[in-house]
């Protein structure tokens, strides 16, 4: 009767604790956003703030887009006047270019590869980011091509490290970024295109045989007494 209680109850937290998480993960940015928003632009109702935030997003990419002129201008004014502010002028420069990064880069996180580290024996998962700008590939090699791949720490993918590695050693895995993700935050424990309900499966039954071993393990033991 234990036995099953415990499948049940670990069952039950494979299926709810993404769907909790996700949704206080969601909750948390809605409410953040809207107590920003309507504390200068008072809004009741439900939403307002994210639906407002949303419009002045569009809007802003709808005026960048359509007048480019005027927009650079003020921006290059803008620009311009952060310069002059030092500590302003490193965070303004440095959440700019993470953030053209991230969202005009084609070749940031679109491809996993493995690589030859932390020696040439062992071959570890990254991912594979944008080449090496033209200042510092001449540093590298002069005779090969290298690229720029990031190494995520498992179980925290806000934190890893980059290397530069001859592109001769990269292999190009025919896997899923996804899949690649969900592998590293569980420290190996969700293989890439593995079946997770046979493999929780096939544990939950070699601990059921160890359980029942160990009682008759016990059992030969008070017999034998």
Request: aromatic share 12%; net charge neutral; charged share 20%.
């Amino acid at each position: 009767m234990m036995n099953k209680l415990s499948h049940y109850f670990i069952n039950g937290l494979i299926v709810l604790v993404p769907i909790v998480i996700t949704y206080f993960v969601i909750a948390t940015v809605f409410t953040l956003v809207e107590g920003i928003v309507e504390s200068y632009i008072p809004l009741k109702f439900p939403g307002a703030g994210v639906a407002l935030l949303i419009i002045v997003i569009l809007l802003a990419g709808w005026i960048t887009s359509t007048w480019t002129w005027a927009s650079q201008r003020i921006i290059s004014y803008f620009e311009t006047v952060v310069d002059k502010i030092p500590v302003v002028k490193f965070i303004y420069n440095s959440v700019k270019r993470v953030s053209t990064m991230l969202f005009e880069s084609k070749t940031m996180f679109s491809q996993v590869v493995l690589i030859p580290y932390p020696h040439p024996n062992v071959k570890t998962i990254g991912f594979l980011m944008p080449k090496p700008s033209s200042l510092l590939a001449p540093y590298l090699s002069k005779d090969e091509e290298y690229e720029s791949v990031f190494l995520p720490w498992s179980l925290n993918m806000t934190s890893g490290f980059n290397v530069f590695v001859p592109k001769k050693d990269i292999i190009y895995v025919d896997i899923s970024v996804e899949d690649a993700f969900q592998y590293i935050l569980t420290a190996g424990g969700v293989m890439p295109g593995a079946d997770v309900k046979a493999d929780l499966a096939k544990i939950q039954e070699v601990k059921e045989k160890m359980e029942k071993a160990q009682q008759e393990k016990n059992m030969d033991s008070v017999e034998n007494k």
